[in-house]
C-alpha cells in the first residue's frame, strides 16, 4: 500500500492490491491527474497527457503554447489563469481581486492519517493501516499555502482527500469556494446517479446520463437535508449491480454541500464535492488555517454492488466509532406513534411490560417528557423533566423499566429552541437571526446558534446534566427544521457567511465531547427522519434513523437507495402500526416485520393493545432476527431486486466467511395466474453446500447463484418471507 514517488517523471502512484491513482506534477508546477481505476503496475504519462493547440485556450507557458490549463485533467483547478471549468476554489485577496497562482512547492509521505481538526473524518487505528501523500502548493503574491490531503488505505478500496489553507501572509483574505476534492475523469460517456427526496421519501435513486455543461446536486438548508445527500456517482453505461466501472464520491460532514460535475468541449468529466459555495465566505487572517470536510472516494469494478460494499465497509469499520461500532444493536420500543405526547408514567410501564414480554431489549422515551410540553408549541430549551407526566422523574421511569430488564433511552432535541420557552425569553439573541428580520418559524421552533462559543458551553452543560440524571443507555438526537435568517449576534459583519460552517463545528465539538464522556450511551441521529444522514453524523452516532416514514412499502424503496451508500447496522427501522400513521396503508405484521429487519429493528406502536395472534408473530420475528442479526449488521450486502423496478424487491446479506446468509423478499402487489420464479442469490460460495431455513435439502452454492431459489407462488398483496441459509457439513 505504499505511495510511489518518481522525481524524474514527477508521478505520484497511490495504490493497494485493487486500485491505483496517479498525479503528475507538469511544468513543475500543475497537479494533473492521471489515472484513476483498476490497479496498474506500470504507466507511460506521455500516452495519457497529450497537448494540442487549442483556439481560444490560453497558455501559461509562452515556450509550450500546446500547453493550457483550460485542458489539462487537473487535481484542484483554479479560475482566473487559463482553465474556464468550474474551479475547485477561489479566494478573494485584499485587493478585491480573485486571480490565485498556486504551483507545486513540496511534498511529505508518510504513514497512517492525521485527525482532521474539529472534523469529523475516517481515521486509523494503526499507521500500517494506510499511507498518506500531502502535496503543498504556494501561491507567493498571496502568501497562503494549500495543503492537498491524500490518503489511501491498504484494505479499503478507497482514497480520501481534503485541502487545507494557511496564512503566512500579511493582510486578511476570503476564501468563497474550497472544495474537498475535485478530480477530472477522461471520458463523458457515463451516466451519473444520486439520491433525492424529501422528508418521508429520502434517498430515492435517480440514474440518468451525464449531459454538456455542468450538472449539480446541493444543499443550502444548513443541512445535508432530505432533497439531497452528499454523494454522487459517475457509472459507465453498462453498469449495473454486478459490473462495470463507477466512481462515487461521499462527503463528511452535515452542513451546506455541492457536488457537481461539469463535461467540458473535449469530453472530460470534472468532478467535485465540498462545502456550498452558496452564501459561504471565510475570513482568513495572518496565522490562521481553514480545513475543509474530508470526501471519501470509491472506484468499483464491481457495478454498484461493489462500490456500496466498499462504502459500507469504510464508513462501518473506520468512520463510525465507539464501542457500539461493533456491536449488533438493542431491539428496542420507541413511544412515539404509540402515544405521541399524549402519555403518563402508567402507560409508560404498561408499554414496557407489553416490550419485556415480547423481548424487546430497550425502550425509548420519545418527544414531551421535558419542560411543559404537551404540544410542539413550546418547551425545547428547557430541559428539565415535566413532572405533572412524570412524576418519579428519568430516574424513576428509567430505574422502572431496568427492573424489567430492559435498557432505557430518551429523545433530545438539543439544537432546537421555542419562542414560548424559559430559555428564549431569558436570551432571545441565541438563535440563529438577523436583527430587524422576521424570525421565520418551522414546526414552532428556531435554531440555537452553535457558531456561539456560549450556546455551546450551555449545551455542553445542559447534556451532561440530562445524560447523569439517571442510567441512560441509548439518545435520540433529533433536529427538526432547517436554516433561515442565517446570521449570528456574535459575529461581526464581514464574517456573517461563515455562521452556517461555525454552526457545524460547534455542533461537531457538541457531539465530540458527549460521546466522549458518556461512551456507554448509544446515540442515534434523526432530523425529522433521514434529513441528516451522512458520514459527519455516523462519525458520532453509529445510526440514523432512516426515514420518518415507517410505511413498510415505502421503506423498500428508502431502505434500497439508503444501501447504495450507508450499512444496514447504520440504519434505523421501525414495526408501526396501521393504516400507516405517513400513508394510511394497511400492511400484514409480518411485512412490516420483515422489512425493518433489513435493518436495526424496532417497534413503534401501541404493543400493549396487540392481538395474542400479533404478539405471537412479534416473539416469532424477534426470534428470527435474533438469528441473522449479526449477518445483516456485518454481512456483505447483495442487492438483487430493485423496488425501483417492479413490485418485487430483495436483497442479501452475507457473513464475510460466506457460511450463512439472510435472504429478504417483498412482493408489494400479486400478479393473477403468475409464473414460477426463481430468485438468483449471491455471494455465495459456489462449491459449499448450504441449507435453507433449517431444512434437509442441501444447494450447492452455485446452484443457488445460477439457478435460484424457487419462491412459492404468490396470491395476495404485501407478501414477504426471509430466508437463513446456512453452510452444511456431513
Known amino acids: 500500500m505504499p505511495i510511489d514517488w518518481d522525481e524524474k517523471a514527477g508521478i505520484f502512484h497511490l495504490y493497494n492490491n485493487k486500485i491505483s491513482y496517479l498525479i503528475q506534477i507538469v511544468h513543475d508546477k500543475y497537479p494533473a491527474h492521471l489515472y484513476w481505476g ?21 497558455t501559461t507557458e509562452p515556450d ?115 472544495m474537498s476534492m475535485s478530480v477530472d475523469i477522461h471520458r463523458s460517456n457515463w451516466d451519473w446517479i444520486h439520491l433525492y427526496g424529501t422528508w418521508g421519501r429520502e434517498r430515492h435513486i435517480e440514474r440518468r446520463p451525464l449531459n454538456h455543461g455542468i450538472q449539480m446536486i446541493s444543499s443550502a438548508r444548513g443541512a445535508s437535508s432530505h432533497q439531497h ?16 466501472d463507477v466512481y462515487g464520491i461521499s462527503l463528511v460532514y452535515s452542513g451546506n454541500f ?77 413511544n412515539w406513534e404509540a402515544t405521541y405526547f399524549n402519555f403518563n408514567e402508567k402507560k409508560l410501564f404498561d408499554l414496557a411490560d407489553a416490550a419485556k414480554e415480547l423481548g424487546i431489549e430497550l425502550f425509548v422515551l420519545d418527544d414531551g417528557w421535558f419542560g411543559h410540553r404537551d404540544n410542539d408549541k413550546s418547551s425545547l430549551g428547557d430541559w428539565y423533566v415535566f413532572k405533572k407526566k412524570l412524576p418519579n422523574g428519568l430516574d424513576g421511569l428509567a430505574d422502572y423499566i ?59 452543560e445542559t447534556l451532561t446534566r440530562v445524560f447523569s440524571s439517571a442510567k441512560i443507555s441509548y439518545v435520540k438526537w433529533d433536529m427538526n427544521r432547517n436554516m433561515t435568517e442565517v446570521g449570528s449576534a456574535a ?28 461512551p456507554q450511551i448509544l446515540f442515534e441521529s434523526c432530523s425529522g427522519g433521514g434529513g441528516r444522514f451522512d458520514p459527519g453524523m455516523l462519525y458520532y452516532m453509529p445510526q440514523t434513523w432512516t426515514s420518518d416514514d415507517t410505511d413498510a412499502v415505502e421503506r423498500l424503496k428508502i431502505q434500497y437507495g439508503t444501501s447504495l451508500i450507508y450499512p444496514a447496522i447504520t440504519m434505523g427501522a421501525h414495526v408501526s402500526d396501521v393504516p400507516n400513521h405517513q400513508v394510511g396503508r394497511i400492511t400484514p405484521l409480518l411485512m412490516r416485520c420483515h422489512v425493518a429487519m433489513a435493518a436495526n429493528l424496532g417497534f413503534e406502536l401501541n404493543i400493549d393493545k396487540l392481538s395474542n395472534d400479533d404478539k405471537k408473530v412479534v416473539m416469532e420475528q424477534i426470534k428470527r432476527y435474533h438469528q441473522i442479526k449479526d449477518i445483516v449488521c456485518f454481512g456483505d450486502l447483495y442487492r438483487l431486486l430493485s423496488p425501483f423496478d417492479g413490485m418485487d424487491t430483495a436483497w442479501m446479506y452475507v457473513s464475510p466467511n460466506q457460511e450463512r446468509a439472510g435472504v429478504f423478499y417483498y412482493k408489494t402487489l400479486a400478479t393473477p395466474n403468475p409464473p414460477f420464479f426463481r430468485l438468483k442469490l449471491r455471494g455465495l460460495r459456489p462449491c459449499e453446500i448450504y441449507r435453507v431455513n433449517g431444512g434437509e435439502q442441501e444447494y450447492a452454492g452455485d446452484e443457488l447463484m445460477n439457478i435460484g ?7 395476495r398483496d404485501f407478501y414477504s418471507s426471509v430466508y437463513h441459509i446456512e453452510a452444511f457439513e456431513k
Open 258 to 334: 455541492q457536488a457537481s460535475i461539469e463535461v467540458d468541449p473535449f469530453q472530460t468529466s470534472r468532478l467535485s464535492i465540498g462545502i456550498n459555495p452558496f452564501d459561504f465566505t471565510w475570513v482568513l487572517e495572518p496565522g490562521e488555517t481553514f480545513q475543509t470536510p474530508e470526501a471519501l472516494m470509491v472506484y468499483s469494478s464491481e457495478g454498484l454492488g461493489g462500490m456500496s460494499r466498499t462504502f459500507h465497509k469504510i464508513l462501518r469499520e473506520r468512520v463510525c466509532r465507539g464501542v457500539y461500532r461493533d456491536k449488533t444493536r438493542p431491539i428496542l420500543i420507541n
Open 64 to 178: 509550450f503554447p500546446q500547453f493550457s490549463l483550460d485542458t489539462l485533467p487537473q487535481e484542484y483547478p483554479a479560475f482566473g489563469n487559463g482553465d474556464f471549468r468550474s474551479p475547485a476554489y477561489q479566494i478573494r485577496s485584499a485587493d478585491g481581486t480573485t486571480v490565485t497562482e498556486f504551483v507545486y512547492d513540496s511534498h511529505e509521505i508518510f504513514q497512517g492519517k492525521h485527525p482532521l481538526k474539529g472534523l469529523p473524518a475516517a481515521y486509523v487505528e494503526d499507521k500500517s493501516e494506510a499511507e498518506t501523500l500531502v502535496l503543498t502548493m504556494v501561491d507567493a503574491m498571496l502568501g497562503i499555502g494549500m495543503n492537498l490531503h491524500y490518503t489511501i488505505y491498504r484494505d479499503f478500496d478507497v482514497i480520501t482527500r481534503s485541502v487545507s489553507f494557511e496564512h503566512f501572509g500579511s493582510l486578511d483574505v476570503e476564501i468563497h469556494k474550497c
Open 491 to 518: 459575529l461581526p459583519p464581514h464574517r456573517q457567511k461563515e455562521t452556517a460552517h461555525r454552526y457545524m463545528l460547534g455542533l461537531y465539538r457538541i457531539l465530540g465531547k458527549m460521546t466522549k464522556q458518556f
Open 402 to 460: 431496568q427492573k424489567k430488564g430492559l435498557q432505557f433511552g430518551i429523545w433530545v432535541e438539543l439544537e432546537m429552541v421555542s419562542p414560548d420557552s424559559d430559555l428564549y425569553r431569558k436570551h432571545p439573541d441565541w438563535c440563529i437571526h438577523v436583527p430587524g428580520r422576521n424570525r421565520t418559524q418551522s414546526r414552532n421552533q428556531l435554531i440555537l446558534d452553535l457558531s456561539r462559543e456560549d450556546v455551546c458551553n450551555f449545551l455542553i
Open 229 to 244: 445527500n452528499p454523494f454522487v456517482a459517475l457509472l459507465a453505461k453498462d453498469t449495473n449491480e454486478e459490473q462495470g
Open 38 to 58: 483498476k490497479r496498474v503496475h506500470a504507466l507511460q504519462p506521455s500516452s495519457i497527457l497529450a497537448f494540442k493547440r487549442r483556439p481560444f485556450s490560453p
Open 709 to 715: 431459489l424457487t419462491l412459492p407462488l404468490i396470491n
